[in-house]
């Protein structure tokens, strides 16, 4: 038997200590929920993907970062957009809250249940460095937009609710924009009074809502389109950009004191959101009229078939020309039949997958 090592009580000991060190370090990153590694999901023609982060309808690039945000059925999703890991960002296991009485004063009671909050619609808007406003509209619970301060300064981001704003009963909230006051525009494809299948066939169903800390919702006359949809803001919010599903158009609002002027451009696609690329662009997704299908999105002997498999198309817009172009028509994959987002990173896009378990992401150019 050989001799025992009498410096090998002390290296155990530094050992012990490095190791606690590094998993309370670990601990202190995001949320303290570690990310997972991107699942080898094999592609299908040109499509990747990350599997994990299933049925997400939205997705915001956080500013400044390759961090992003997704919206899933019950939580929100992180994606590391170069390394292709994920993680739950919200509401994890320690979900945080802070409410900001000054901007959401109106905001009945505290965050939202986490095992009941759901979102659809995401908005992102820088504040000041490595600090962003989150808005994400959320239907189920109390109908409101949930908003979050996002934190990326650290390792990883980490997000924080600060207040709500509740939707009017008679509409049907859906997708939402911020402005620069802390206020709101959010989209109601159906309001009370009009019907899903109007909201399908071209007809007026729905319009512009707007908020402001402080005040109450009031639609905005004039922006009455057919299944309002996805929606876009400049940065002044001096304009903005709504998708109309049922009406295949997408019309860009500019405001000049109380008078509204409204630019529509036709589609060959039913858009679902609207996103602003990296290259200053904004980039519109929807889903693809398909022949089995019935063709457009269009109720067909009075029934919407939302079952049948469509592909989808990326159109890229010129929010100064509105000179359009399509980018992407991908045929029906039984993989992913997904159509709501496109978010331009780079020479990448990246969609959300709706009715999928997993995010896809392609080269375009």
């Known amino acids: 038997m050989g001799q025992s090592d009498p410096n090998l009580g002390g290296k155990m000991k530094a050992r012990i200590i490095l190791w606690c060190i590094f998993v309370a370090g670990a601990a202190l990153l995001g949320t303290g929920q570690p990310l997972s590694a991107a699942d080898n999901c094999a592609p299908s023609g040109k499509l990747n993907f990350v599997c994990g982060p299933s049925k997400s309808e939205d997705m915001v690039l956080v500013p400044g970062t390759h961090w992003i945000i997704t919206s899933g059925e019950a939580q929100l999703f992180l994606i590391n957009a170069d390394t292709k890991a994920w993680r739950e960002l919200y509401p994890g296991k320690e979900p945080a809250e802070r409410k900001d009485t000054t901007l959401f004063g109106d905001c009945p009671g505290g965050a939202p249940d986490p095992t009941k909050y759901s979102a659809v619609g995401l908005y992102i808007r820088p504040r000041e460095k490595g600090i962003s ?17 996002v934190d990326s300064r650290g390792a990883e981001p980490a997000v924080t609710w600060i207040g709500c704003a509740v939707m009017p009963k008679e509409t049907n909230g859906n997708a939402v924009a911020a402005l620069p006051d802390g206020g709101m525009l959010i ?27 402080k005040g109450a919702f009031h639609s905005i006359p004039g ?8 929606i876009e803001a400049t940065p002044d919010g001096k304009q903005f950009f709504v998708n109309a599903t049922g009406g295949r158009s997408v019309t860009r609002f500019t405001r000049t ?3 509204l002027k409204a630019d529509k451009v036709d589609l060959d696609v039913g858009p679902d959101n609207i996103r602003w690329g990296q290259d200053g662009k904004l980039y519109i997704a929807g889903r693809a009229d398909e022949p089995a299908c019935g063709g457009t999105l269009a109720p067909h002997n009075g029934k919407i078939d939302t079952d049948c498999m469509r592909g989808f198309m990326v159109v890229q817009l010129d929010s100064k020309t ?4 399509v ?26 997958g709706i009715r999928s378990d997993r995010a896809a992401y392609f080269t375009f150019r």
């Open 133 to 149: 406003t989150l808005y994400t509209m959320s239907p189920r619970v109390r109908h409101a937009v949930e908003v979050f301060e």
């Open 187 to 213: 989209t109601s494809p159906v309001d009370a009074g009009h019907t899903l299948e109007e909201s399908r066939s071209g007809l007026v169903s729905g319009s512009v809502w707007e908020w402001h800390p």
């Open 327 to 352: 980018v992407w028509l991908n045929k029906p994959d039984p993989i992913f039949n997904a159509w709501s987002t496109a978010l331009q990173i780079g020479n990448v896009i990246w969609m959300p």
């Open 223 to 230: 922006t009455e389109l057919s299944g309002n949809n996805g």
């Open 257 to 259: 004191g109380d008078s």
């Open 322 to 325: 509105l000179e359009k172009k």
